[in-house]
C-alpha cells in the first residue's frame, strides 16, 4: 500500500478502442477529439487497450485525432490473459511508467469494467458509445467532456483532506475532509449548507443537478484513490450508531455501491454495536451545557462494539477502510482500529466527512490483550492516551468551496 502522502494525482487515461473509434456521429467524434486534445495540453498520457493490433496511427490521422503512442494488445499481456484479467492493467503501467491509482480506465462492456475493477483502477463507462452494461456497477460519462470533468473535479488534483495523521509503521492512516463547522455553496433548497444539514439532518441538499452527500463522498472516495489508499479487495465498512443495528444511513447509503467502483467489499456486519451505548455528541452537549467535562471514554466503545464472528480468522493481511460522519477526539475510530488490527488487519484507513478538533486521540492499550470477537471491559489503567495534533491543510476549505461553486456553473 502506498504511503499516506499528500500527493498524488491521475496521471494516464486508458481508453478501450471502441470508445474512441467508431463511425459517427459528427459531432460525437469531435467531442472525443476535444477530450484527446484537452488531456494532452493537461499533460496526461493516453493509452489505448485493444485485444488485437490495430494501425493506431492511422486511426488517429483518419479522425484528426492526436497521435496517440501507447497501445496494449493481447500479446503484450503477459499469458496473454484476455480482457478482464489485471494483467491487462500491468501491461498499461509497464507501458506508461505508472502505478495503478495514477491511472483512469473508460471502457465500453463489462469485461472493460471488470479489467479495471480487478486491479483497483476507477473506471468510467462511455456513455456516448453504449448504455452501461447489465451488472456494471459504475459511474457513466455520458459524452466525452464527462471525463474531462470528472478528472478536473476529482482526479488530477491532489487529495482533498484538512486533516490526516500518519502511522505508517502500525498500519493505520486517519483522513477527515472538511472542518466539521465547515460550508458549501449548493443551489437547493438554498444557496449554502453545512454538514450537518447533510449527514446529521439528512436534508436532500442539491448542489446544481447533483446531491451534496454524492459529491462530497466522490471527494472522499477519489482522494483517496489518488493517494493509493484505495486497492482490490479492500473491506469498506461503518461505525455503528449508539443504537444496536444502526449504522449512519446517510453514509451507508453511499459506501455500498462505491465499495465496488474498486472491487472492494461493503460489510455492515464487521463492526457490530452488542449492547446500546450512549450517544457522545449528545453527552458532550449535555456537559458543555452544564459547564463540566463530558464523561466519556473508549472504555464505552470497547464495552459496546466487537467484530462480527464470522469474520474470525478471515481479516489477517487485509486492509480496511472505516467510514463515520464526523470526529472529535477519535475514540470511536481509535477502537475501531484496535478491534481490527488485533484481529489482523494489515492496514486500517479511517475516514471522516468533518473533524470537531486539530487534535487525534490515540488510545494505546498498555495491559490488556482484548478479544476483538468480544466486547471488552476495559479501565483506564488498561491504556494510555497520546493526543497528537493532526497534520492540517487550511486550504483545503476553499479549494472545495470553489469546485462546488464550479459544479454549479458547469451544470447551469
Not at 294 to 299: C, E, H, L, R
Not at 397 to 408: E, R, S, V, Y
Request: charged share 20%; with cysteine.
Amino acid at each position: 500500500m502506498t504511503s499516506g502522502a499528500s500527493g498524488g494525482f491521475v496521471r494516464a487515461v486508458i481508453f478501450d478502442y471502441k470508445s474512441l473509434f467508431f463511425p459517427g456521429p459528427e459531432n460525437t467524434i469531435v467531442d472525443v477529439r476535444t477530450l484527446l486534445e484537452s488531456l494532452s495540453d493537461v499533460g496526461i498520457d493516453i493509452c489505448v487497450f485493444s485485444t488485437n493490433v490495430m494501425n493506431l496511427e492511422e486511426e488517429c490521422v483518419t479522425r484528426s485525432f492526436p497521435v496517440l503512442q501507447n497501445l496494449v494488445t493481447q500479446k503484450d499481456v503477459q499469458d496473454q490473459k484476455k480482457r478482464g484479467s489485471p494483467n491487462w492493467i500491468d501491461a498499461a503501467t509497464a507501458k506508461t511508467g505508472l502505478q495503478r491509482h495514477e491511472l483512469l480506465y473508460i471502457g465500453v462492456t463489462n469485461l472493460d469494467w471488470r479489467t479495471a475493477i480487478n486491479a483497483g483502477v476507477f473506471y468510467l463507462h462511455a456513455g456516448w458509445r453504449s448504455k452501461i452494461p447489465p451488472g456494471t456497477t459504475s459511474i457513466v460519462a455520458h459524452s466525452p467532456s464527462d471525463v474531462m470533468k470528472f478528472l478536473d473535479h476529482f482526479l488530477v488534483r491532489p487529495p482533498r483532506w484538512s486533516f490526516r495523521l500518519d502511522d505508517p509503521a502500525n498500519g493505520f492512516y486517519l483522513r477527515a475532509l472538511l472542518p466539521a463547522s465547515a460550508t458549501l455553496p449548493s443551489t437547493s433548497p438554498r444557496s449554502s449548507f453545512s454538514l450537518q444539514d447533510v449527514f446529521t439532518y439528512d436534508r436532500d441538499i442539491r448542489v446544481g443537478d447533483t446531491s451534496a452527500r454524492n459529491l462530497l463522498m466522490l471527494h472522499v472516495l477519489s482522494s483517496c484513490y489518488v493517494e493509493g489508499l484505495l486497492g482490490r479487495n479492500t473491506i469498506f465498512c461503518t461505525y455503528p450508531s449508539s443504537k444496536i443495528g444502526q449504522y449512519s444511513s446517510q453514509i451507508e447509503e453511499y459506501v455500498r455501491p462505491a465499495a465496488s467502483l474498486v472491487h472492494g467489499y461493503y460489510r455492515n456486519d464487521l463492526l457490530i454495536r452488542e449492547t446500546e451505548a450512549p450517544d457522545t455528541s449528545l453527552v458532550r452537549v449535555r456537559a458543555r451545557s452544564e459547564g463540566r467535562i463530558p464523561d466519556v471514554s473508549i472504555a464505552t466503545q470497547a464495552s459496546t462494539v466487537r467484530l462480527g464472528d464470522k469474520y474470525r480468522g478471515k481479516l489477517g493481511g487485509k486492509r480496511v477502510i472505516v467510514f463515520d460522519d464526523f470526529t472529535t477526539s477519535g475514540m470511536s475510530l481509535e477502537w475501531a482500529r484496535n478491534l481490527l488490527l488485533a484481529a489482523g488487519a494489515s492496514n486500517v484507513v479511517t475516514l471522516t466527512i468533518g473533524k470537531y478538533k486539530t487534535t487525534h486521540d490515540r488510545h494505546i492499550l498498555t495491559s490488556a490483550n482484548i478479544d476483538p470477537y468480544a466486547v471488552n471491559m476495559l479501565s483506564p489503567s488498561d491504556y494510555s492516551i497520546q493526543s497528537q495534533v493532526m497534520i492540517q491543510d487550511r486550504a483545503v476549505q476553499d479549494i472545495m468551496h470553489g469546485l462546488f461553486q464550479k459544479w454549479i456553473r458547469e451544470v447551469a
